[in-house]
Structure formats: C-alpha cells, structure tokens
C-alpha cells in the first residue's frame, strides 16, 4: 500500500461554512491619495497666505498637521491587514486570527461542542458573538456591526446545526 492509497477523511469532508472577516475601511488607496493631495494643497494655500501677512511660522505648523494626518492614515491602513478566518468541517471548526502584525493564532473545536452565544443590546443589537466549547469562550466577528453580526451569526448558526446533524451522502446512480 502506498501513500497514494490511503484513505484520509479529512480530506474528504465538505465544507459546511467558510468566511473570512476583515476590518472595514471606508477610504480606499485613491480616495486615500486624492484627500491628502486636497489637504496638502489647502494647507499650502492658507500656508502661503499667513507668510505674506507676516506670520510665516504658520506654514510649518501647516505641514506638520498635514504630516500628522499622513501618518494616522498609514497606521489606520496598516490595521486594516487583520484578518480572521473561520472554515467548518462536519468534524471541525478552525478559527485562524492573523493581527495586523503578522501574529497567527488559531484554535481548532469540535463543533458538535460549540454553542454560539450572543451578547447585545436591544437597541443597538448584537454586540458580540462567541463561540462557546467546554467552558471556554472565543470572541468572533469583533470586527463586523450589528447587523453584519446579525447575518453572521444565523449563518454559522445554520452551519452548527448542519454539523450536529451529520454528514448526509447522496451517491449517485
């Protein structure tokens, strides 16, 4: 028997559920880029107009404001690269965080075990989402809103209950 034959059943279960969750940012690289240039060129502007009025140390407070902004962008895009990902198997629910450093952390369950739980406010919605599994809580989906969360949640909901349901094979004749 070689390698080739054996039979591996992990490779050979579907997929019940599968999302990868990121941080939502509203400005893009070019809206990114047309904002700084705006900002940069009324800067310069009312930068120019204090130093014909005498008061030329304006013009580098201006460029240090329009430094300062630069640099909270780049962070903020630079936090933007998290991600988690969460895929479901009959037999597994994986949860793989990677943080905007680079940091991989990840956890593998049973989800015939796991609970979702929700917490929330009756105005504002679904707070957070946790997997629960033998005492243990993880926190989920921390980076989606309310209503994405909403969504989330019946979705992976659905996928648990496939799971605890079984595996159900149709073959074809």
Same mark, same amino acid.
């Given at each position: 028997?070689?390698?080739?034959?054996?039979?591996?059943?992990?490779?050979?279960?579907?997929?019940?559920?599968?999302?990868?969750?990121?941080?939502?940012?509203?400005?893009?690289?070019?809206?990114?880029? *047309?904002?700084?240039?705006?900002?940069?060129?009324?800067?310069?502007?009312?930068?120019? +107009?204090?130093?014909?009025?005498?008061?030329?140390?304006?013009?580098?407070?201006?460029?240090?404001?329009?430094?300062?902004?630069?640099?909270?962008?780049?962070?903020?895009?630079?936090?933007?690269?998290?991600?988690?990902?969460? *895929?479901?198997?009959?037999?597994?629910?994986?949860?793989?965080? *990677?943080?905007?450093?680079g940091?991989?952390? %990840?956890?593998?369950?049973?989800?015939?075990?796991?609970?979702?739980?929700?917490?929330?406010d009756? %105005?504002?919605?679904?707070?957070?989402?946790?997997?629960?599994?033998?005492?243990?809580?993880?926190? *989920?989906?921390?980076?989606?809103?309310?209503?994405?969360? %909403?969504?989330?949640?019946k979705?992976l909901?659905?996928?648990?209950?496939? +799971?605890?349901?079984?595996?159900?094979?149709?073959?074809?004749?």
């Amino acid at each position: 028997m070689t390698a080739g034959n054996d039979f591996d059943p992990a490779l050979d279960q579907p997929t019940l559920f599968s999302a990868r969750v990121t941080p939502h940012r509203s400005l893009n690289r070019t809206g990114f880029t *047309v904002l700084m240039a705006f900002i940069g060129v009324v800067s310069f502007v009312a930068g120019i +107009a204090f130093c014909l009025m005498g008061a030329w140390p304006v013009l580098g407070f201006f460029g240090l404001d329009l430094l300062v902004i630069y640099w909270a962008f780049r962070v903020n895009f630079r936090s933007a690269s998290a991600t988690e990902d969460i *895929v479901m198997t009959p037999s597994e629910l994986r949860v793989r965080r *990677v943080n905007h450093r680079g940091h991989v952390m %990840e956890w593998t369950l049973n989800p015939l075990w796991v609970q979702l739980e929700k917490t929330g406010d009756p %105005e504002f919605g679904i707070e957070r989402l946790y997997l629960v599994s033998r005492g243990r809580r993880l926190s *989920v989906g921390h980076f989606l809103g309310p209503e994405e969360k %909403e969504s989330f949640s019946k979705a992976l909901l659905a996928a648990l209950q496939a +799971a605890k349901r079984g595996i159900t094979y149709n073959p074809v004749i």
